[in-house]
């Protein structure tokens, strides 16, 4: 009964979130591509890439190694909405109801080992109804941002219950959390790293504690293995010119401060049509926090959570400052800084803040009860307007796909070309061109093995429109042949001989992915291990 009445309460206050992601109808958030991106994760399993690299119908089919690259999550979820549900905008919405429910369900299990239930629930509603959370949903539809925000108090969660229990489930559910986040977003894990140090370190975690965070960490990137290893040793072969810049996007202290909303975009200057606000509830919490901690200074010097009380505002003024122009010099320290591209991103980061300090003041606080549901309600009506779309459309998923893989006038920016495209590939009516002689059948078995037999009176280049990259081979009647890219687009090319032949393209995994591939199962296998074997706990740093 407890239970039923806990899950009634949870799905009360969730709704008025989400209610837009559960009605009929689309709206048109600035990452749109995200359809794209679903879908071509779903051809590339479809194709049985394992693991999903390649994108087939980019760029005018050429093809694109996007998954070799971006975060993989949120499009594994797509592909798996797209499965079940066949519609590619209901599984754009699902991505993000599941990133909103679950950022509130993660933070409440977190919040609860430290507090009482009142005060987890306030700090896990404001974690929710804070504006930059509409931003991520309604205006941006940033599923990566959205989900590993979300799934960062998970991680917390089980760090925290490794240092409580210091048993094998935990520092394997830690390796696995840890992993599922760093595959969520590039590098959201790297700028929370710090504020997880922090965590650990203002719950008592002391040095002689570090190993089995280690270890955990250690098997968490053998996981990701597949990813990380190719995404860095072949990002080489593309283009590494970001088209946002991090200097033209640091907002103004008074567009962080003061109440404003809008759908539009991030610009230089004080023209932005985009809300940067921290949110008028949020402030006030820092506000409270502050002056609760002035006035009861000595106390909290005796107080199990002293260092929370004292390091977690200044953590939030940190955040503030490298929000702030005057921080860039100290971000130009860090070697892909533009790849960040947006220093207000760090708002993801003032809400956690700001909802932990909430669930912090109400626990120090008598009648904590009382200010948690009154707390918790003006979240919702302060905040629930931003909580919608400007706009619905009726569109089926046809005309998205047309606009992303047929239209002429549709830029895939994101898309950084390969160093060997002078130019994006432009559409053509067959996938192959011959420069002598002609085909007489060309055959796509699966997206990503096509097969053509040919008949020329001499030696002669044939092309092959995929776009050129590490993992395409040739054959011709069974010998491998060398493949190289073509001027302008950067698409196969080979020298063929004379005769009737059979030449094959293909893309298989070169030896560094194998050998990723190898490690992240290796990593899979020695984690069910310690999980059914329970190898003695010291090996694991446990004692």
């Not at 049985?48 to 979820?77: A, H, V």
């Not at 925000?149 to 089980?158: A, C, E, I, K, R």
């Not at 997880?196 to 990701?224: E, H, N, Q």
């Not at 919490?285 to 010097?301: P, S, W």
């Amino acid at each position: 009964m407890v239970q039923r009445l806990i899950f009634f309460v949870f799905l009360i206050f969730l709704l008025p979130a989400v209610l837009p992601l559960v009605k009929s109808g689309f709206y048109e958030p600035h990452d749109l591509h995200h359809l794209a991106d679903i879908y071509e994760m779903y051809r590339a399993i479809e194709s049985r890439q394992i693991p999903p690299r390649w994108g087939p119908d980019f760029m005018y089919g050429s093809g694109y190694p996007l998954f070799n690259f971006y975060y993989l999550t949120p499009f594994y979820l797509g592909a798996l909405f797209y499965f079940i549900f066949g519609s590619l905008t209901l599984s754009f919405k699902m991505v993000l109801l599941v990133s909103a429910a679950s950022g509130f369900v993660f933070m409440f299990l977190f919040l609860r080992e430290f507090f009482d239930r009142y005060s987890s629930f306030a700090g896990s509603v404001l974690f929710l109804y804070t504006p930059y959370r509409a931003v991520q949903i309604y205006v941006r539809g940033a599923m990566g941002e959205a989900l590993a925000l979300s799934f960062f108090p998970l991680v917390l969660f089980f760090l925290v219950k490794l240092y409580k229990e210091k048993s094998h489930r935990y520092l394997v559910f830690s390796a696995f959390s840890i992993a599922v986040l760093i595959l969520t977003h590039n590098y959201f894990w790297v700028l929370a790293f710090p504020l997880s140090v922090l965590m650990l370190f203002c719950m008592g975690v002391r040095f002689g504690d570090l190993k089995r965070y280690v270890i955990s960490f250690v098997f968490a990137i053998g996981l990701c293995f597949y990813w990380i290893i190719p995404a860095l040793v072949e990002q080489r072969y593309v283009g590494s010119k970001t088209p946002f810049l991090l200097v033209d996007h640091f907002p103004f202290i008074k567009q962080l401060i003061l109440p404003s909303w809008g759908y539009g975009s991030s610009v230089w200057g004080e023209g932005d049509e985009i809300s940067f606000q921290i949110g008028i509830l949020n402030l006030l919490i820092i506000v409270l926090v502050c002056l609760f901690a002035a006035f009861n200074f000595r106390r909290l010097l005796r107080d199990k959570y002293r260092y929370f009380w004292f390091l977690m505002p200044l953590t939030f003024f940190v955040l503030v400052f490298f929000m702030n122009i005057r921080s860039y010099p100290i971000w130009q320290i860090i070697p892909f800084f533009d790849f960040i591209q947006f220093p207000w991103r760090l708002l993801m980061f003032t809400t956690f803040v700001t909802s932990f300090l909430t669930a912090l003041l109400i626990n120090g606080l008598k009648r904590g009860a009382f200010f948690a549901v009154l707390l918790s309600i003006a979240a919702i009506i302060i905040n629930y307007s931003y909580f919608k779309p400007s706009k619905v459309v009726y569109k089926n998923d046809e005309v998205y796909l047309e606009r992303f893989f047929e239209s002429k006038d549709y830029s895939e920016d994101y898309l950084l070309l390969p160093i060997w495209s002078e130019s994006r590939p432009k559409p053509f009516d067959r996938k192959y061109g011959i420069e002598k002689g002609s085909v007489t059948k060309a055959i796509n078995k699966n997206n990503l093995e096509w097969y053509f037999v040919y008949q020329s009176p001499s030696d002669t280049s044939l092309e092959f429109r995929s776009l050129y990259f590490p993992g395409w081979g040739a054959k011709v009647d069974g010998v491998e042949i060398p493949i190289r890219p073509t001027e302008i687009y950067g698409q196969i090319s080979v020298e063929v001989p004379a005769g009737e032949h059979r030449i094959d393209f293909f893309w298989s995994e070169n030896a560094i992915r194998l050998v990723s591939d190898l490690i992240s199962v290796f990593s899979i296998i020695v984690l069910v291990f310690i999980v059914v074997k329970k190898p003695r706990w010291w090996i694991l740093g446990l004692s």
